[in-house]
């Protein structure tokens, strides 16, 4: 439903923009970035972090360190994160690249039609950036690849954002891997009644810490107060409380990262 108003509004500007075009020529913005070079990651972090509603990106895998950040961020800021990667990125490992980006609150696809070697991020549905670079930390260092951003072109972003539905059509759904194993753990300690800390050894360092909370209302994620991500929320979108109960029972989900 999200991707059909996305698309109608696209088209719209489309139509715009040819109407504008009719009495003076916009020219399109585009910009280029070579691998090894730091630049073209940094150009696709910066792009993450102006992000304001959606970020669509496809790659075989996201293994460079900054944008994986990035796109943790964006999605804890609550910009509607979707991500197609091949099946290759979740394969090898218990705990893959795939599961690290769907327990990061990032709605994450593997595309099962074939193999995907295609590197786009589209920003608020704006801008695109694409190239050879495929947001991995060993091509930024080893391997000559290139990246254009593309401003201000409505027709090519339609079309992007078109391919994008089709390869979306064409995947299926990781499921966040945290989740489920919360789940579990939940089951366990209402059968079991054993203490809910996963350092089990020492329940009572534990509770003599008297950990708050701290959850992001927008995203429905919660933190341990000592996380940085938890510590950045603005008063708004947040919410402090001492148990960890309250933020299970409203359906909020752990971080990832700090383990509440
Ligand atoms: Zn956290």
């Not at 088209?11 to 504008?20: E, G």
């Not at 190239?131 to 951003?149: K, M, P, Q, V, Y």
Request: aromatic share 10%.
């Amino acid at each position: 439903m999200r991707f059909y108003l996305i698309r109608l509004t696209l088209a719209f500007l489309l139509c715009l923009s040819s109407f504008a075009h009719g009495f003076d020529a916009v020219a399109a913005e585009t910009e280029l970035f070579f691998t090894p070079d730091k630049a073209a990651a940094q150009a696709v972090k910066s792009a993450i972090d102006s992000a304001q509603s959606t970020i669509h990106i496809q790659a075989s895998a996201v293994t460079h360190k900054a944008i994986q950040q990035g796109l943790v961020d964006a999605a804890e800021r609550g910009v509607e994160t979707l991500l197609i990667l091949d099946q290759a990125a979740h394969q090898g490992g218990e705990y893959t690249n795939a599961d690290f980006f769907s327990d990061w609150n990032i709605k994450t696809y593997l595309y099962l039609d074939g193999t995907l070697r295609d590197y786009w991020v589209l920003i608020d549905s704006t801008i695109a950036l694409t190239g050879t670079f495929n947001f991995s930390g060993a091509t930024e260092r080893d391997l000559a690849t290139h990246l254009f951003i593309i401003k201000d072109n409505p027709e090519l972003i339609l079309q992007i954002f078109d391919n994008f539905s089709d390869r979306l059509s064409k995947c299926r759904h990781l499921p966040p891997k945290r989740r489920r194993a919360l789940a579990d753990t939940e089951q366990l300690i209402s059968s079991e009644n054993v203490a809910e800390s996963p350092q089990k050894e020492q329940p009572q360092v534990v509770a003599k810490e008297k950990i708050t909370f701290i959850g992001n209302t927008k995203s429905l994620v919660f933190h341990k107060s000592s996380c940085t991500s938890g510590k950045k929320l603005k008063a708004g979108n947040r919410i402090d409380k001492k148990n960890r109960e309250y933020f299970i029972e409203q359906g909020y989900k752990p971080c990832g990262r700090c383990k509440p």
